[in-house]
């Protein structure tokens, strides 16, 4: 449909006035709250991690995005939730403890909310302990972790260790990220996945919920 | 006391663009220009740069350098403070008010935040570079060691210097007095704040030749750049 089109163009605009008024138009032109989610926010936002993916546009653009997308979404939100739509699946996110740096965290949330996850953003300085907790109250699929420090990482293994005690491992899966985390350092500690920026977290994290 | 103005602090368009992934060469968004504007506006308005230094004979700053002795057996700074004519151990900060508002753009408006944030950022890393010339300025020389010096900044956290060796140096410093507090895992808070040692000498004694093992996992290469910059003797 040309007003669902007309959304994801406008998301990759970064035109966050014009969407909750297009996806007004499309809810009164008698598209479902989901053909709107999928149809014109994702498609949009889809357009725009591939074009990030292949240094098209920047992080700022993504970003501007985001928003637009956001506010479409606030939109949907009470209608989707009426409908009884279940989000894309939960993953619970966080700086490990002793992190207070919390910028590419916070980017790894901004685009799996635009992929349509629901995110539970637990802040910086999480423990082991509040991300399993976390992640079984929530009943997420997914912990992402991020660190910046090498002092902070071994966090990353308590997790992944922490989760095996109590036999969730095969239920809920883990991604790493950061600076000095490396795919290598995933394996060693157990680890699900690692991202090495928050376009290739999207794509382990819908991996991991698929396979979850 | 070193001057912060901040039109020194203040980075330049290309560099904040290239903190945020553009790609040399190519054009940034006009929407990406105007956060860049608005971001500016914000670093200007809430910045409160501070600096602190203090100096440190050779004796002192070996024990600040061993800290709890997990550095890397191997280091370019073990091999470069002994020759410094003059050492100051550094800490500066943007202070809280800019990381606050950081936080709280990152709440709603996200791509200002991200644009504030690598503002911010390479500001306190062009303290630094502002911190070196006053090291290596002249003025800053007194009794025998005068001369044409270049001085470099020394972070715990890089080059094998291990991050741990934090806690020693703030114990001399006292980055307290400026707003700088420290945590378990030897962070600072604001998180817009850096650390170090300010190493003054010779050109040559910045010239480090080696690569050393954990070179291979720096994902920020900068020493090199500043090593080739050292002048001739
Ligand atoms: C869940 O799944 C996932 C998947 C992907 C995930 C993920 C989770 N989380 C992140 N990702 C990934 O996606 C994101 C975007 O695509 C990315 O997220 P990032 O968070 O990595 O990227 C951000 C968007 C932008 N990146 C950043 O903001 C960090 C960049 C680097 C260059 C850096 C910067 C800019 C700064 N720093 Co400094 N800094 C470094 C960094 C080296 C590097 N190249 O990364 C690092 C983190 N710093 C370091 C250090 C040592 C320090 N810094 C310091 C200061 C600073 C600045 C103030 C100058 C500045 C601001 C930092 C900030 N974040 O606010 C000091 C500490 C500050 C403090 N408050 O305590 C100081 C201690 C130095 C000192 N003594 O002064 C190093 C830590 C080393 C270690 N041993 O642990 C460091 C790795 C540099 C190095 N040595 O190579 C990916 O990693």
């Not at chain 1, 990220?177 to 999207?202: K, N």
Request: net charge negative.
């Amino acid at each position: 449909m040309e007003i669902l089109k007309q959304i994801a163009r406008t998301i990759e605009e970064g035109d966050a006035a014009a969407v909750p008024r297009l996806v007004g138009e499309a809810l009164a032109a008698e598209s479902s709250a989901k053909a709107v989610l999928d149809g014109g926010l994702i498609a949009g936002m889809n357009a725009v991690g591939e074009k990030f993916r292949v240094h098209e546009i920047f992080l700022p653009d993504v970003l501007l995005a985001a928003k637009a997308m956001y506010a479409g979404l606030d939109v949907l939100k009470p209608l989707l939730e009426r409908a009884g739509v279940a989000s894309r699946g939960r993953v619970v996110i966080g700086s490990v403890q002793g992190d207070l740096h919390d910028i590419g965290k916070n980017l790894v949330g901004i685009m799996l909310k635009g992929a349509g996850f629901e995110v539970i953003d637990l802040g910086s300085d999480v423990s082991a302990v509040g991300f399993v907790a976390a992640a079984r109250s929530h009943e997420a699929r997914v912990i992402g972790m991020s660190a910046l420090l090498t002092t902070t990482m071994p966090v990353m293994k308590e997790v992944v260790d922490l989760l095996k005690k109590e036999n969730l491992g095969g239920r809920i899966k883990t991604i790493i990220g950061g600076a000095p985390v490396s795919r290598d350092y995933a394996e060693e500690i157990g680890a699900d996945a690692y991202g090495y920026d928050c376009a290739q977290a999207v794509e382990r994290v819908k991996e991991l919920a698929a396979a979850s | 006391m070193i001057d912060f103005p901040l039109s020194r602090l203040e980075p330049e368009a290309e560099s904040v663009y290239a903190a945020l992934g553009l790609k040399p060469g190519a054009r940034p968004s006009p929407r990406s220009g105007e956060l860049l504007l608005r971001a500016l506006d914000s670093f200007r308005r809430l910045a409160e740069p501070r600096g602190l230094v203090l100096p440190q004979t050779e004796e002192e700053f070996a024990a600040v350098f061993h800290g709890q002795g997990r550095n890397e057996t191997r280091n370019p700074l073990q091999r470069v403070h002994p020759l410094a004519a003059r050492l100051h151990l550094f800490a500066f900060t943007l202070g809280e008010t800019i990381s606050a508002e950081i936080e709280r753009l990152f709440a709603g408006d996200f791509a200002l935040g991200a644009v504030l944030d690598a503002v911010a950022s390479l500001a306190a890393d062009n303290a630094g570079r502002v911190a070196e010339e006053w090291a290596g300025s002249p003025a800053t020389a007194s009794g025998g060691s005068r001369g044409a010096h270049v001085a470099f900044l020394y972070s715990p956290g890089y080059c094998g210097w291990h991050i741990s060796g934090q806690e020693a140096l703030f114990a001399a410093l006292r980055p307290e007095v400026i707003g700088i507090r420290l945590n378990a895992s030897f962070l600072m808070t604001p998180l817009k704040s850096i650390s170090g040692v300010l190493v003054a000498g010779p050109p040559a004694i910045h010239r480090v030749e080696s690569v050393y093992p954990f070179c291979a996992q720096c994902k920020s290469p900068a020493c090199r750049e500043r090593v080739s910059a050292v002048p001739p003797t």
